[in-house]
């Protein structure tokens, strides 16, 4: 009888795809979804966090960096488990809040969706994923920069999820990944920590495989080498010609954001309802 | 330039006129009105405060007896100046907020009003007055048991407003309140506290002259005192024949409710949100 | 070695016997039980909840409704295993507080019991037993209203457990549940939502069997179908002449109260100490 | 002796020059900035808030707009009241954290400045001035949009404090701003609020004169308005052949944000340490 | 009508006689005079902190050294104004509570005190006198050490208030103050900061007249100078031989106690009980 | 794949070897330690409280006893499970706080290390080590004062944990501890409470073997039967001529501390930032 103990986090990686949206999805965010999702997952969501993107950097968007947030949980349970089907509540998840995020066309109908329908929207309709990537809730493996306190100064994170293309096998990937990528970032100082996880991708049939978190000293730094001098890195198999790094198709192969250390809201500790400036 | 220090503190006694309203009237409190109550006033209002009310006592519907809750604030300032005039938002008020409190006639049409308006609703319109009594921050007499502590137990508290009625003085009503009224509970070890102060009725035209508290060990006490043995206060000079204590119009004499020690919320400290139990 | 991971929440229904003791109860759970119970179980109980009662609606006598409040826990482990046996603290659990909650008779000698002990209380002793219902942490079964947003408006919960009659087997009352008391209230708007789960009556021998969770748009509408029309609902095998719905003795087979969406006190994030009004 | 009650509300404009600063500016701010200023202030200060910076609208650069926040404070007390000089700590404030801001140019030397020096930089020194703008606690003017209530959406603010040219008098330049620009915004639905107080330009040599926030229902109403369509807006007497609206030395002569209805940060209820993501 | 806006910051010594009373006096303190404080003043009192008293340090007893630690109120009014008499609930004050504190013998009676006069004890009663001292909410001068910033490390304070002896005049006193023993502390790096504001004694009589604090680098700093090295101070005109350093009667013209930087129990964002450890 | 649940609570007893370092040593505690734990365990640890270290009682210096406070973590799984190895932030550690603490030598190098590193000092370099104890989430026996409540006054409690000996066995060891150690406290009414659990060394290879509490009235109760009268408890095998109870070697064999029932910091619902007093 009853659910297994299976901590996880898992990242979502929230667009706004144009500004016209922000203060709306920001609205919907804050005045809607955070109480609701307390409401509902608080006795078993530990850790409920949102991170503010940072302007996406010269060179970002191929690598299909979302504009939004980064939203971050952290589980005790598998939540999707059949014995969590039962919602008391229904989350209010109008259309227009996926519009917004970009995994439904701006076209489409006007429904509400359930929550866990809502985050399975975009990859098939044209649209890019909603990628809600479960992950162990410690980070695998540690590439580079173990040993990094805080007191070394702010930084600036990279964090992302990639799928390798239909047809490559997750080890021919990773052997580039591991043994192409990292080392070329290793190799710089403004690359200050690089750790990884790969994604259970079984628990909501994610479409990403891994996630990767690299710090960088700032967006000009990550310029110089994701973009600049990213040719220095050897292709991998797939790669086409023209192809240029990170050889994978920007949203639906590759999500990200750009972050800070610190977060926007911890809704646990910081949410006390949606109290606007006067 | 500016405004003045005037430390105050409020009493609104908020009554909902059928249980079928009470939920809802609920949901407009802590679901509209707290937010943005707290998002208009936190800067200078020190304290707000809710009061559940306990269920009405035997023979308490002639007292004018909320049965919703008392609202309490302390304010730095007269929210009544002119230089508060300009509010950034006005507050969602629906009209069925306030015929839910019994101010406007459930039969009225629906619009939107003011915050300051609806504040000021009923009396001439056949329903009780909307009563918002300010007061000194502190009270201004200490009638009986002047050193009670909280370890001497849980307190029955009736708390209300009153005004005598038209062509009495307040000189002649006070002398009998503090000759007649306050003796006859004073001489009751189940009344355990008075405290009285005057309105600052120039505040908002208030129609409440004095609030008054009084502490009773329960329902039972207060009920024997303020009913059943009532008829050994004398009566004042204003009494018809076949009046009874408090010999005040209820609701529009005296309106008032009857409340525990403890706040059901104190929002500066726990309001975090409508967070429905899933 | 340890203790397994079994998520559960537990629902118990407080009565107060009479209005002269609610506020001696309410000073019982404020000062004493919320900062005694954070103390022993904050680290493996994740939600600890107040929801207080409304008013019982007309008829809601014979449904064992209870009169404070229903208290609410999430568990992330049976509170029951051996392995916690020992408790640092006993609660301070004077027997008054079970007088005051109906599960001791008023003329019950003075005694300090154990909490588990006074958990354990009534049934046996011509009261009304103590009902703490251990249910899986997720409700098991949607009968009505899935897809139910926030937005819908404020719902009139009615929460309560029961068992069938010694007698009958849970299949046969199942049977009758779910095939003619449903329905009913299925098939009017009024009713928006029905929930239920099983009891985990082995956790603490719990006497009810199930617990069940109906919404209304208010009492009127409660009282319609569950009172005045009630005669539809076929009646089940086990029913005697002139019994009526539920069919369930009440206090004993069915116990219950009805509450809003919003607690009254979520002790973790709102409670700050016993701070009463000046 | 003493101070006296003087009720104000401050806007900080901050700027963030190069987004290579951001991160590190977020860094020192909530690192060191708040709790510092918690530290000092939290006494006679009774609102402190963060607004993150909307990113700049097409068109927005020539209206002095900053990038990082907005930081609002609410006083009671004047703060540059000799009485308050004495300061037990001075803030960490290193000339990074203004030259990120853009009031200290980047070649300036290294020195640790106080807190009230900081807030003085710029204007002279051939950057923007730093505009630390005190108003009264309450807005002064509702010029459109009264009775808008915060379920009528989202809303777009800029925030802006303004200043006439030199040689241009107060009465002239509100005569401009109230009769040709003001009517200008008021005539479209899409400019929801108005509103504006004038600076206490007294407290601490503010060089800007007015604060004026105006709402929109998003970036491309504010854009149509402000810059496509803003020549229909009668020029000033002081404009001079190819000036455009607002007729303005961007940074100088006006200086805003763009934000939405809620706080990034509310210190006092929300900040609790800086807790970065791990 | 109505109290005048004063804003004061307050401090109190409170000792603890016997090791076999500290645990003792925390309980009263935490259980019952914090919740019952913050019940009283919220509204008008703006900051409540305790800061734990270190270890006195060798040589600190002849300073009047208290073990307890020290309370700071930050108060918007004068509490001793008459408008503030009456009190809702009088404060829960054993005689213990003040025996512990050593402002009354132990061999006295058993009474329950008001707090108004328990913070009148001693004094008179062949006991250290406690010192409830008012002084402005800023400090008045600032003697060494402007522009310390948090940055440059941990602080070990010295807080102390004063009275000169009967018969010196405060000009006196203080020329010998500010003249000879201010300059000596000055002169050495080890003492980092010196504040100091006069007592605000009308309020409530203070027997002290000025507050003084002193940061050091540690204990073994404050014990080179206060005591081993002291003989350099010039005595003052007052001095007995044999005296020494301070030259004031310790705990009856010199009350002191040594503290951190941070408190232990910033009553308003960090009480929430009493609750124990399990 | 993943971890498993197992609940645990652990002690660590921090010393601070001399006066000098209590101030540092707290603010390297509150400044970098609290929020950088939190960062990193918030997801796992459900409880995170330190306890100020009474003063050492007369006699307490040869039981290991600890000046600074003990640490309290409850954890839902096994933090040194491998996968939990990699850590995104290493916390600040420098050796100083270590050296304060007593574990390493003051005479070492300077170097930055890791937590899990400095959670393993001393012992082996001559200092005492550092103790980190985990046990059961739950005290596993209880052995005097079960039923004890809150209300019957505040506690003197003594935490500390042992090991018996190298080359006695833990059954011999328990079995002096069962049958003479505990009896001839339990014998004494001023001993209040015994409860104790067995350390699980295999987490971490921890030295010590059980972790005992013991309360008294007061440290004049512990000293009397600790100190002065411990000659009645019979010396176990091991003892040697002179030793004296309680016949471990200080800081290696037996660690412990005097505390309250009440945290100095709890800090998931009392940490805010390191907000100084100005």
Redesign the interface.
């Known amino acids: ?7 996880m ?1 898992s990242f979502i990686y929230v667009d706004v795809i144009k ?6 999805l ?2 919907w965010l ?1 005045f ?1 979804h ?3 999702s ?3 997952f ?3 969501c ?2 409920y ?1 949102f ?2 993107a ?2 996406v ?1 010269e060179g970002g968007e191929r690598f299909g960096t979302a504009r939004m947030q980064i939203t ?1 949980h ?1 589980w ?2 598998n939540i999707m488990d059949p ?10 998840m109008p259309i227009e809040a996926l519009k917004w995020q970009g995994t439904v066309p701006e076209t489409a109908g006007d429904v ?1 969706m ?1 929550g866990d329908d809502a985050r399975c929207t975009g990859g098939n309709n044209g649209c890019m994923p909603f990628v809600f990537a479960f992950c ?7 590439v580079k920069g ?6 070394e ?4 994170r990279w964090n992302f999820a990639l799928a390798y293309p239909e047809g490559v096998s997750k080890e021919e990937g990773d052997k580039w990944l591991f043994e192409e990528v990292f080392p070329y970032f290793e190799a710089n100082n403004c690359c200050t ?1 690089i ?1 990884t996880s790969k994604v ?1 991708q079984e628990i909501n049939d994610c479409p990403m495989y891994r996630v990767v978190e690299m710090w960088f000293t ?3 730094a990550w310029h110089h080498l994701a973009v600049e001098t990213a040719d220095k890195i050897k292709s991998p198999s797939w790669a086409k010609d023209g192809d240029v790094f990170p050889y994978l198709k920007s949203g639906f192969e590759i999500r990200g954001a750009f ?6 809201c ?1 809704a ?11």
Request: aromatic letters at 16%; proline letters at 10%; glycine letters at 6%.
């Open positions: 009888m009853g659910t297994e103990f299976d901590p986090r500004e016209e949206y922000r203060h709306k920001q609205h804050y809607h955070i109480p609701e307390i409401s509902q608080e006795p078993y530990t850790k966090a991170y503010d940072l302007p950097p971050e952290s005790l349970v014995a969590l089907k039962v919602k008391t509540f229904q989350e209010y509400l359930s162990p809730m410690w980070w695998e493996e540690d173990a040993g990094r306190t805080l007191t100064g702010a930084n600036y920590r750790l259970r700032g967006p000009t972050v800070t250390d610190y977060p926007t911890d646990y500790s910081q949410y006390r309802g949606y109290i606007p400036r006067r």
